[in-house]
């Protein structure tokens, strides 16, 4: 807990991150509600069930062959906290690396690496490495860091969780050696009651229809709902809905709010307001409409739809052609407008799709990854530069690693997206994968029946030693003399009887 004094009052709110900082004048405040109500076990967490059961039952069940956890999910969903009352619902140590520059290869080994194999110093029963932000290893690629990771994986004898925001932003080898935990976002109906626990532990009354709007705004991200009731409450002991104008996380219309609404009653001054308040271009517009024109049932429904957003697709062409941007607001109401005509009112019953570009440019993209992160682990191999295995050596590469593909991808390390971008056929590559699976774990029992069996060895050379015996440095003690007897006294007399 943290306290302020100031003589200014700023408020800065970061929608993106969640963040707010209030110095507020005058007076001491009790800062960062969200860490104050962070919570401590598994059962206080909010929302997300069966994830957490999952959590419990891998913790419970956990031995050296047990994979490890990604908790993925949007921001605020409880991944973190989750985590951590994991460990201490079952007494782990916990050694966490979460900073985005602490992620080469070097830091990497020396703190999850060592930890990983090492028994815990406190005391207690395991280590629980966590990994946060895990998807932010691309800038560092280049260091190892990724590469590290998954060698912490392979060789680690303690519990490891790896915490996501995007799945797909983390490694495919590092992907396929985990179990996956999805967090989803929350529903406000779960998030209002902790925010009334909240305000009751503050002594702060509150209005149920002032918490409903908050968990409403806050779109499922429980860390944004706290940081807006504390905005809420500031100099106030009373919560009521007119208080909320200053706490609103973001109240922009998203996307989705967008394609809903065209599809759904929505009148027409509110859908092109809601289409100013979207933060994207008409041309993008014009995509996330297309891709969800296919949920419309009768075919004369979608005939027109398509209508009116090709006339819109004109006047985008004419705005470019005369840089007149004027006409951007024709295409944007001919588009909404004329979709929502068509569609009639009668809602969208599925869920919103993203365009089918942006879906073809992300297979394009991850090909591309694939194939720069194997083209670099050929080349680390072969101590060449990318460059000249793609340009000299790659055709041949494929034909050898046609003929071989279980040497190859165990001598390049290639994981199943490697390998197939040479085979161009998955269920062989799978069968690769399977049998150097299977080889690894192997390969891990005979190192622990090895392990126990020099522990055994050790144990019963203890018990076989004996101690030897203490030689003493001290001089030998002179032996004890018998007493002589007595002998009489010589007199005068005694002294002639010899003779």
């Given at each position: 807990m943290y306290h302020y004094n100031t003589n200014i009052m700023i408020l800065v709110m970061n929608s993106a991150s969640s963040d707010i900082i209030y110095l507020i004048y005058g007076q001491s405040v009790d800062m960062?509600?969200?860490?104050?109500?962070?919570?401590?076990?598994?059962?206080?967490v909010v929302g997300n069930g069966p994830a957490i059961r999952q959590m419990l039952d891998w913790a419970s069940a956990w031995n050296k062959e047990s994979r490890p956890l990604i908790l993925y999910g949007k921001p605020g969903t409880g991944k973190t906290s989750s985590a951590y009352a994991l460990a201490r619902d079952m007494a782990w140590e916990v050694v966490e690396l979460n900073a985005s520059d602490q992620r080469t290869k070097a830091v990497i080994e020396r703190v999850a690496g060592t930890s990983s194999t090492t028994g815990s110093l406190t005391g207690a029963k395991r280590k629980l490495i966590i990994l946060d932000e895990a998807d932010n290893l691309q800038g560092n690629a280049d260091r190892g860091g990724a590469r590290a990771i998954l060698d912490v994986i392979k060789k680690s004898r303690q519990p490891i969780i790896l915490i996501a925001n995007e799945l797909y932003d983390l490694p495919a080898e590092i992907?396929?050696?985990c179990?996956?935990?999805q967090f989803r976002a929350l529903q406000a109906r779960?998030?209002?009651?902790?925010?009334?626990?909240?305000?009751s532990a503050e002594k702060r009354s509150c209005s149920d229809i002032a918490l409903r709007d908050i968990a409403e705004e806050a779109h499922g991200?429980?860390?944004?709902?706290?940081?807006?009731?504390?905005?809420?409450?500031?100099?106030?002991?009373?919560?009521?809905?007119?208080?909320?104008?200053?706490s609103r996380k973001d109240s922009r219309s998203s996307i989705f709010d967008l394609i809903s609404g065209i599809f759904g009653r929505t009148d027409s001054e509110k859908l092109l307001r809601m289409s100013y308040e979207v933060d994207e271009t008409p041309e993008t517009l014009a995509q996330w409409i297309e891709a969800n024109v296919t949920h419309l049932k009768d075919i004369s429904q979608v005939t027109r739809a398509y209508d009116s957003l090709s006339r819109a697709d004109e006047y985008l062409g004419y705005t470019y052609r005369q840089q007149y941007h004027t006409l951007w607001r024709y295409a944007t109401a001919l588009m909404i407008l004329g979709v929502s005509d068509a569609a009639g009112s009668e809602g969208i019953h599925a869920r919103i799709s993203s365009p089918e570009r942006w879906k073809r440019m992300g297979t394009y993209r991850k090909q591309k990854n694939v194939r720069i992160n194997t083209l670099h682990s050929i080349a680390e191999r072969l101590h060449m530069s990318q460059g000249t295995v793609k340009e000299g050596y790659l055709s041949q590469l494929g034909i050898l690693i046609e003929k071989d593909p279980l040497g190859y991808a165990k001598e390049f390390s290639l994981d199943a997206d490697g390998l197939n971008m040479f085979l161009h056929d998955k269920a062989k590559t799978q069968g690769v994968m399977k049998t150097i699976a299977a080889e690894e774990k192997a390969r891990e029992k005979e190192r622990d029946l090895l392990d126990k069996e020099a522990e055994k060895k050790r144990k019963s050379a203890e018990r076989k030693k004996e101690p030897a015996p203490v030689q003493s440095t001290l001089p030998p003690e002179p032996a004890e003399q018998e007493p002589a007897p007595d002998e009489p006294k010589k007199t005068q007399k005694t002294l002639f009887d010899g003779f």
């Open positions: 960062d509600w969200v860490e104050k109500y962070r919570p401590l076990h598994l059962e206080d992907r396929s050696r179990d996956l935990v779960s998030v209002a009651p902790r925010l009334k626990y909240i305000c991200d429980m860390r944004a709902a706290v940081n807006m009731l504390y905005a809420t409450a500031i100099g106030r002991d009373q919560i009521v809905e007119d208080s909320l104008s200053t």
